[in-house]
């Protein structure tokens, strides 16, 4: 049964800084892997997707890599801004998907 | 991009009471839709998929008579929660696939609460 576990489930940065979210999985037959970012109380915005075939995607100040082998992935969110705190989720599926808990993060002006 | 939609996006009931939840997608058609459910600091968990014109699939766990999966047509889904209970109280957030490649659009959920 794949389960997939984010570290740290919360984080306070100043703002500025650059900082890695870490997700990891235990089936590494995987489709895809996607983070999503989640504001309280609402749904879910898709930030990036990768493909199984993919190592890495990248959009803006985000980058996310994909290293199923080692069943990890992280987001790296450079040069942080407050707008940015949030729930950023990490979800591994087709279709349907399974998900981690979160990463909570805030980050101070 | 496209766009699902939530109704309603909160409600309190009475324990003992059913409720009906609407997913539409907006303005593209879905044959499948996907049922979540979140509770405070836990993950979103798969409940059902929910399927156009055949029985929606529940995952191991979730109680498909309690749960009640309508895909009325290639716009809407509903989730009915009948005689629902407080431990029934949660977020409950649909998604439908697009046209791309294991493409997903979220809707904003819908918060429960029963008392």
């Known amino acids: 049964k794949q389960e997939v576990t984010q570290i740290p489930a919360a984080l306070s940065v100043p703002e500025g800084e650059n900082l890695v979210l870490n997700c990891s999985f235990t089936d590494s037959a995987i489709y895809n892997l996607q983070w999503f970012r989640q504001d309280p109380g609402k749904g879910l915005t898709s930030l990036l997707l990768i493909q199984s075939s993919q190592r890495e995607q990248t959009s803006g100040r985000l980058n996310a890599s994909l290293d199923k082998s080692s069943g990890r992935s992280t987001l790296y969110i450079a040069a942080s801004q407050p707008g940015d705190s949030a729930t950023y989720l990490c979800a591994v599926g087709g279709t349907a998907l399974i998900f981690g808990k979160g990463t909570t993060l805030s980050v101070s002006s | 991009g496209a766009v699902v939609s939530q109704h309603p996006s909160w409600v309190i009931c009475k324990s003992g009471t059913s409720v009906k939840i609407e997913c539409r997608s907006l303005?593209?058609?879905?044959?499948?839709m996907f049922w979540y459910r979140q509770f405070p600091k836990q993950s979103l968990m798969l409940m059902a998929t929910?399927?156009?014109?055949?029985?929606?699939?529940?995952e191991q766990g979730v109680e498909k008579d309690k749960f009640l999966i309508n895909h009325a047509s290639l716009t809407l889904s509903t989730l009915t929660v009948t005689s629902a209970h407080p431990e029934d109280s949660s977020f409950y957030i649909c998604?439908?696939?697009?046209?791309?490649?294991?493409?997903?659009?979220f809707g904003p959920g819908t918060r429960l609460t029963v008392l």
């Open positions: 998604s439908a696939p697009g046209q791309a490649y294991n493409e997903q659009f």
């Open positions: 303005d593209f058609q879905a044959t499948t």
């Open positions: 929910s399927n156009e014109g055949s029985k929606a699939t529940y």
